[in-house]
């Protein structure tokens, strides 16, 4: 039974499964002619719905358009979707937005290095070709360029350390047997010298392999060391304070040397009667018996100091009594007067003069050597 007009309200009920399609085929929806109503309209159904959620569109991209970030997103083992595309793109796009939040720390510090390399520089007179403000790039080379040119140098022009003495033995070594001997000399250096005397000059000038080299006796601009020792020269020496054993203004028996000054001191010394130390001597009196006679009533004799044998004295009668005929004797003998006396006198005593003012040695310990210097 069929019915005309009757989508709505329509009684009468056909079922889908008795309807075919009559159509031509339509592959992408899996539909072909023949196919039930039903079949058809579930194929729609499952289209529109497919294209609605995306996983019904399909489309077709090369794999060697998509990048390893979106790679790891898709599915490997089947079709891919609009659904499974734009999935991968949002998870590669966040993975991107995580990893530039994570190093942006980094970056700000990177940035901020950059900036220090690329501010204005300090140039020293040892790099050339570039100036304060020139790039990171330009001063990194400028540089690079002076450290090679001084390692060049150092490897044309230098030796190393652990290499030296073997090349001065080397050297010393190989010199000729005839080479002059001042080559081993500092100049203007007075050396001791205990060889002939044979290389020299009657002046004291070298002769042969001796050439400028001169003995030491004021001759030839040289100092003159025969018979002196040496002392540090204090004139126009720079230096700190001088000690007191030393210093010019500390004592009069401090000389202000000069280099090559006048010869200073004495083989000998003899003292003076200042420069002896304060003594006392002693003396023994010694008494010389004069024993003679005289006679007085009484007399008072007295003798004169300073005296020379034969003694002087002077006898003068005290009491005369009856006999007023010498009242005074002086002289060698004394008139006799009745009365026996007597009489030891004793004589002043010098000290005789001790020393011979002879000089003593003043040389310390020493031994001779000639002394040479090398005059260019």
């Given at each position: 039974?069929?019915?005309?007009?009757c989508?709505?309200?329509?009684?009468?009920?056909?079922?889908?499964?008795?309807?075919?399609?009559t159509g031509?085929?339509?592959?992408?929806?899996?539909?072909?002619?023949?196919?039930?109503?039903?079949?058809?309209?579930?194929?729609?159904?499952t289209?529109?719905?497919?294209?609605?959620?995306?996983?019904?569109?399909?489309?077709?991209?090369?794999?060697?358009?998509?990048?390893?970030?979106?790679?790891?997103?898709?599915?490997?083992?089947?079709?891919?979707t609009?659904?499974?595309?734009?999935?991968?793109?949002?998870?590669?796009?966040?993975?991107?937005?995580?990893?530039?939040?994570?190093?942006?720390?980094?970056?700000?510090?990177?940035?901020?290095?950059?900036?220090?390399l690329?501010?204005?520089?300090?140039?020293?007179?040892?790099?050339?070709?570039?100036?304060?403000?020139?790039?990171t790039?330009?001063?990194?080379?400028?540089?690079?360029?002076?450290?090679?040119?001084?390692?060049?140098?150092v490897?044309?022009?230098?030796?190393?350390?652990?290499?030296?003495?073997?090349?001065?033995?080397?050297?010393?070594?190989?010199?000729?047997?005839?080479?002059?001997?001042?080559?081993?000399?500092?100049?203007?250096v007075?050396?001791?010298?205990?060889?002939?005397?044979?290389?020299?000059?009657?002046?004291?000038?070298?002769?042969?392999?001796?050439?400028?080299?001169?003995?030491?006796?004021?001759?030839?601009g040289?100092?003159?060391?025969?018979?002196?020792?040496?002392?540090?020269?204090?004139?126009?020496?720079?230096?700190g304070?001088l000690?007191?054993?030393?210093?010019?203004?500390?004592?009069?028996?401090?000389?202000?040397?000069?280099?090559?000054?006048?010869?200073?001191?004495?083989?000998?010394?003899?003292?003076?009667?200042?420069?002896?130390?304060?003594h006392?001597?002693?003396?023994?009196?010694?008494?010389?018996?004069?024993?003679?006679?005289?006679?007085?009533?009484?007399?008072?004799?007295?003798?004169t100091?300073?005296?020379?044998s034969?003694?002087?004295?002077?006898?003068?009668?005290?009491?005369?009594?009856?006999?007023?005929?010498?009242?005074?004797?002086?002289?060698?003998?004394?008139?006799?007067?009745?009365?026996?006396?007597?009489?030891?006198?004793?004589a002043?005593?010098?000290?005789?003069?001790?020393?011979?003012?002879l000089?003593?040695?003043?040389?310390?310990?020493?031994?001779?050597?000639?002394?040479?210097?090398?005059?260019p």
């Amino acid at each position: 039974m069929s019915c005309s007009n009757c989508f709505n309200g329509c009684t009468e009920i056909v079922s889908d499964q008795c309807v075919r399609y009559t159509g031509i085929d339509i592959p992408v929806l899996g539909i072909q002619n023949g196919d039930s109503l039903s079949y058809v309209e579930q194929a729609l159904i499952t289209f529109l719905t497919s294209t609605l959620d995306g996983s019904g569109i399909k489309p077709t991209i090369s794999p060697t358009i998509i990048c390893n970030l979106v790679q790891q997103y898709l599915p490997t083992c089947e079709d891919l979707t609009v659904t499974n595309v734009l999935t991968a793109l949002i998870q590669a796009a966040c993975n991107l937005q995580t990893q530039v939040t994570t190093n942006l720390a980094s970056i700000n510090a990177i940035n901020a290095q950059l900036a220090t390399l690329n501010g204005p520089y300090t140039i020293g007179d040892c790099v050339t070709g570039v100036t304060s403000t020139s790039g990171t790039h330009a001063v990194l080379q400028a540089v690079m360029d002076a450290l090679c040119a001084f390692i060049l140098n150092v490897e044309t022009n230098y030796v190393l350390l652990a290499d030296l003495d073997e090349l001065i033995a080397t050297y010393l070594a190989n010199l000729p047997t005839n080479s002059l001997v001042n080559q081993k000399m500092v100049p203007f250096v007075a050396y001791e010298y205990y060889g002939s005397l044979t290389n020299f000059s009657p002046t004291g000038a070298g002769t042969g392999d001796w050439i400028n080299i001169y003995l030491c006796n004021g001759l030839n601009g040289t100092p003159d060391r025969r018979g002196v020792v040496a002392v540090g020269a204090i004139v126009s020496v720079p230096g700190g304070p001088l000690p007191s054993a030393t210093n010019p203004a500390s004592s009069p028996f401090n000389p202000n040397y000069a280099v090559n000054s006048p010869i200073v001191g004495s083989n000998s010394v003899t003292l003076n009667s200042n420069q002896l130390p304060s003594h006392t001597h002693s003396a023994t009196a010694q008494i010389t018996p004069n024993p003679h006679e005289h006679y007085m009533f009484s007399s008072q004799v007295t003798s004169t100091p300073g005296f020379s044998s034969p003694t002087t004295y002077t006898a003068q009668a005290l009491n005369a009594g009856n006999d007023t005929s010498y009242q005074a004797s002086t002289g060698n003998t004394v008139p006799s007067f009745g009365k026996t006396s007597s009489i030891d006198l004793v004589a002043d005593i010098n000290v005789a003069p001790f020393g011979g003012s002879l000089p003593h040695a003043n040389n310390q310990p020493a031994i001779a050597a000639y002394y040479i210097m090398y005059i260019p």
